[in-house]
């Protein structure tokens, strides 16, 4: 038995092939793929390539005897030498690297949503204590409507109150809508309540 080389333009392929004399001729016969590789091959391809010959010739362990599965390693290796120690160690820390700064990347990227996250709750803890202060505003204000309109039934005289009401533009105004505020409160006004559970 004997390892066959065949280069192409991008990679080594191996085979296993075995010589017959057949009808008084040399004659190849295919045994099995033992995998392929890169041309000038990466310390992680050379690994990889590694694991599937020894798996491969593992699964063919009842055609070859470990004599031969020795002779077939060093031939191979002689091409495709197989990783060193110090060249793992090398793979490993480059891995390990790259594995921190991806985690460092993400653990930026996190801590940036957590503070948009904490920037919205902040702006919307904001807008609750503005929108109760103005409700106990409004509470105020129409119980001293509801006190003068009970003295003003009575027959009471009552200071002030003879300009005009409030309008829409003085609602509008003092709740600080911008008119695309306007516009879509009008909107969902005018909804009915199927359209509006839809919206």
Do not use: C
């Amino acid at each position: 038995m004997f390892v066959r080389f065949r280069q192409t333009r991008h990679r080594l392929q191996l085979s296993l092939a075995e010589t017959r004399r057949i009808d008084g001729r040399v004659r190849h016969e295919h045994i099995a793929s033992l995998g392929s590789i890169e041309n000038s091959p990466t310390t992680r391809a050379r690994i990889a390539f590694w694991q599937l010959l020894h798996e491969r010739l593992a699964k063919l362990s009842n055609r070859i005897d470990p004599a031969t599965q020795g002779r077939i390693l060093g031939t191979v290796h002689a091409r495709i030498p197989m990783v060193t120690p110090d060249e793992q160690r090398s793979l490993q820390l480059e891995n390990a690297k790259a594995d921190e700064q991806f985690w460092t990347r993400l653990h930026k990227l996190y801590e940036e949503q957590v503070e948009g996250q904490q920037k919205l709750v902040a702006g919307a803890e904001s807008a609750i204590g503005r929108g109760r202060s103005a409700a106990a505003d409004a509470v105020a204000h129409a119980a001293a409507i509801k006190e003068r309109i009970g003295r003003i039934e009575k027959g009471e005289t009552v200071p002030g109150g003879l300009g005009r009401p409030m309008t829409r533009a003085d609602v509008i105004a003092l709740l600080g809508w911008t008119k695309s505020d306007e516009r879509h409160a009008r909107r969902l006004a005018e909804m009915d309540e199927d359209a509006f559970e839809e919206f």
